[in-house]
């Protein structure tokens, strides 16, 4: 199974405490933890998590529960659907792996596109915007950095969408 979701959020402000990740299947009313990062810095923050305990074919729904002490608060619940394996895949990154050059096209994005890139750790290593149609292609330079695996965050009318990227 090549599914996964990958979870991202951002912070304006910190206090000491932890973010707990929480997953639900199907529903609002069950949720598990899936992920737990502590916090603590007083600046703004980007977190990203993939969770790879996902099935074609179902619907997961994902909050936050912000613990600071013995007091939580809860995120907006988010969902994602997933569909069968490859029967949404727009993005087309070549070569992939790479030395450090990617090309990036997206069949389906027109307008304005706002791309990040990640390290494994979940830092932000690179961003932009570039203006996509279809037979747009976006050129990501990430030469110089550590071979791995990167996560690329597409984000063009609302819609987000990842790809993994590889350098060798």
């Known amino acids: 199974n090549n599914s996964y979701a990958s979870i ?16 639900s299947v199907g529903n609002t009313s069950n949720f ?3 992920n737990n ?4 810095s007083a600046s703004a923050r980007e977190y990203m998590y993939d969770d790879r305990n996902v099935e074609s074919g179902k619907n997961y729904f994902y ?3 912000i613990a600071e002490g013995n007091t939580f608060t809860y995120s907006d619940v988010r969902e994602v659907k997933f569909t069968s394996v490859g029967s949404n895949t727009s993005i087309t ?20 596109t706002t791309y ?5 750790k979940g830092v932000l290593v690179t961003q932009g915007r570039q203006q996509m149609n279809v037979g747009t292609q976006l050129t990501i330079n990430l030469l110089g950095k550590s071979a791995g695996i990167y996560i690329l965050k597409l984000e063009t009318n609302g819609e ?3 790809e993994r990227l590889v350098i060798q």
């Not at 959020?9 to 997953?23: A, F």
């Not at 990062?37 to 603590?40: D, E, S, Y």
């Open 8 to 23: 991202y959020w951002k912070t304006t402000n910190e206090t000491s405490g932890s973010y707990i990740l929480e997953r």
């Open 32 to 34: 598990v933890e899936v």
């Open 37 to 40: 990062q502590a916090i603590g």
């Open 63 to 65: 909050r936050l529960k």
């Open 93 to 112: 990154v070549s070569p992939n792996p790479s030395k450090g050059i990617f090309k990036i096209s997206d069949a389906s994005a027109t307008g304005m």
């Open 116 to 120: 990040k890139v990640y390290n494994a």
């Open 160 to 162: 987000i969408k990842t």
